[in-house]
Structures are given as structure tokens and as C-alpha cells.
């Protein structure tokens, strides 16, 4: 029952603090030390995931939307680039293959994330009349996300698959949107990136982080309302973003004067971090679409401790967010 209670505590997002997947490094020949290397694969995950969860999890479920659609038959569509504030490391350190796990710094460097969307809303069930509004009205929520390939000084993400990942979730109305009522609603959502390769190569040392891949499980509180023209509309939010991947590396050194080519495999490594997020967008009619523009705020619940450093950058560190794209609604 313990179990079971804790598995359903995680669903519901709610507070978990950082967390790691941790497992026991391989190295050929045995030697050697996979130490360094594993510790700064781990340390790397931890400060690129977060940020691809932020990407990928965003502010509104469907861009500019607040409330339930109003039953069947009923459908919202927005499609979105959003943007977000990232870093990558911006220095080439060297990676140990004797010894205990080495303490480098990474450096940081400003790299924002690109992330196409398309979200949809598909109304299940119009809910119960209470006179100019109605309370418990149900939508089906499903989106796809595109991550392009992305090369920044020694990094490199490359997704496979087209890139393309996929989500779905649930929006309850607490409030349908009505000529005098604003909407309201609450939503839980779960995506997923592609399944991605992430490297980092400096020199001839190679930590290559395989089958990677992000999970956000997003919870949303949303209000909202349109008057002629113009809407508003602001939410909260909590995020619980997974990460998890295999790591080979090729670390090349003279030790004792003898060239040595170490290979180093981890079966899983990947951080899980809870977040809060609040954000606020501001649409505009344009005659059958909206345009949508929205701006939100990730932040986090504390630090992942790290061997490495990041420059002044830590990882999990809070981030912004933004988007802009054209909503429907059928």
C-alpha cells in the first residue's frame, strides 16, 4: 500500500523534490577510472534536461484558450512557436579516466530553445447548466511538439523520428466562458520530446547521452475572457519533469606515458525535478483565428547538486518562456 500511495502521490505533482535515476558505471579497459566520466554525464543531464522539460511543458495546454469548449463536437486548435531561455555549456573541459570524479566548469552560454507545437481541444461532455454558465465540462486534450537539431559550441541534440513528440491529457471546467462569466478551467497533461542523441565533444573525448528523452507531466489552472476583439488570459501551473537516457563514452588520455582509449557506458542516468510555472498571454482577432502571444515563468524548487559548475548557472535553475501563434476554434 506504501507503494502505491507514493506512486500516486508523484502522478498528482506534488511536492518531490530533485531527484536521480542512479546506476553503476561500465568501463573498458577495467583499469581505469569511468568516474569523471559518468559524473559529468550526469552533471550535463542535469543541466539540459530541466530546460527541454520548460520547452516542451510551456504555459497553456492550447494557446490561448481558458475554459471548456461546451460539448461535443465542439473543437480548439492553436499551433505555436514557443522559446525558451536556455544555456549549454560553453567551455571544452578535459575528462579524467584515474581517480576520483573531477570538479571542471562547464561554463554557460545563452542558447534559446526552439519548440513548434500544435495543441487541439476536443469537447467530450458540455457539463451542468447553472443559468449563464456551465460547471464540469470535459475536454480531451492532445498536442504534438517538434524539436529541430541544435549545435552549439560542443553540444549537439539530435532528435530521431522526425523530431516529432507526442502528448495528451484532460481539461475539467470549473467555469465556461460566457458573455458575462470569464472561463476557468483546470487540465493535466503529459508530454514527451523524441526520443533524442545529446553530445558533448571536446577535444577527443566524446560523452554521448543515447535514447534520451523528457517527460513533463503538467497540471494548469487557467482563467481567461474574451471581449470583442481582444482576450486575456493567465495561469499556474506545476510541472514534474523526467529525464532519462544511456550514456557511451569515449574518453582518449596518456596515462603513465601510455595512450589509453577508455570506453565508458551507463545504462540509465536522468534527473526528475518538480517546478511551478505562471504565465500570461493576450490574443487578438483576426477575423476567423486569433493571433496569441503568451509569456510565462518557470521556476524551480531548488537546485540539482552538481560536481561541475556551469558558470554561474545552476542546474534546474528557473528559466523564462514565450510563445506566438494563431488559435481556431470549431
Not at 541544435?150 to 513528440?165: H, L, Q
Not at 582509449?261 to 476567423?288: D, H, K, Q
Request: aromatic share 6%.
Amino acid at each position: 500500500m506504501r507503494r502505491v500511495a507514493q506512486g500516486a502521490l508523484a502522478a498528482l505533482l506534488t511536492a518531490l523534490g530533485p531527484t536521480w535515476a542512479h546506476a553503476q558505471c561500465t568501463v573498458s579497459p577495467a583499469t581505469l577510472s569511468g568516474a569523471d566520466a559518468c559524473q559529468k554525464a550526469r552533471d550535463l543531464f542535469s543541466f539540459i534536461a530541466p530546460q527541454v522539460g520548460v520547452a516542451v511543458g510551456a504555459g497553456n495546454p492550447v494557446l490561448g484558450e481558458a475554459g471548456t469548449l461546451g460539448g461535443l463536437g465542439k473543437l480548439a486548435l492553436s499551433a505555436r512557436l514557443g522559446i525558451t531561455d536556455g544555456f549549454v555549456p560553453a567551455n571544452g573541459v578535459a575528462i579524467a579516466v584515474t581517480g576520483a570524479a573531477v570538479a571542471s566548469d562547464f561554463g554557460a552560454t545563452r542558447a534559446p530553445i526552439p519548440m513548434p507545437a500544435v495543441d487541439a481541444a476536443i469537447g467530450l461532455f458540455k457539463g451542468l447548466s447553472l443559468g449563464i454558465t456551465n460547471v464540469g465540462g470535459v475536454d480531451l486534450l492532445v498536442g504534438g511538439t517538434w524539436l529541430p537539431t541544435i549545435e552549439k559550441g560542443e553540444v549537439a541534440f539530435a532528435p530521431r523520428s522526425g523530431g516529432v513528440g507526442l502528448g495528451g491529457g484532460v481539461r475539467v471546467g470549473i467555469l465556461q466562458e460566457s458573455a458575462f462569466v470569464p472561463g476557468l478551467s483546470a487540465s493535466y497533461m503529459l508530454r514527451r520530446t523524441p526520443v533524442l542523441d545529446l553530445t558533448y565533444a571536446t577535444g577527443n573525448d566524446t560523452l554521448r547521452l543515447a535514447d534520451a528523452r523528457v517527460s513533463v507531466r503538467s497540471a494548469r489552472l487557467v482563467a481567461g475572457k474574451r471581449l470583442f476583439l481582444v482576450g486575456v488570459s493567465a495561469g499556474v501551473g506545476r510541472d514534474q519533469i523526467s529525464g532519462s537516457a544511456a550514456l557511451a563514452a569515449t574518453v582518449n588520455e596518456t596515462v603513465a606515458g601510455t595512450p589509453q582509449r577508455v570506453s565508458v557506458s551507463l545504462a540509465e542516468v536522468g534527473p526528475t525535478v518538480t517546478r511551478n510555472t505562471a504565465f500570461v498571454s493576450a490574443s487578438f482577432s483576426l477575423l476567423i483565428a486569433r493571433l496569441v502571444a503568451e509569456y510565462g515563468w518557470s521556476d524551480s524548487q531548488g537546485p540539482l547538486a552538481t560536481v561541475n559548475r556551469f558558470g554561474g548557472k545552476a542546474a534546474n535553475a528557473s528559466g523564462r518562456y514565450g510563445s506566438v501563434g494563431l488559435a481556431v476554434r470549431f
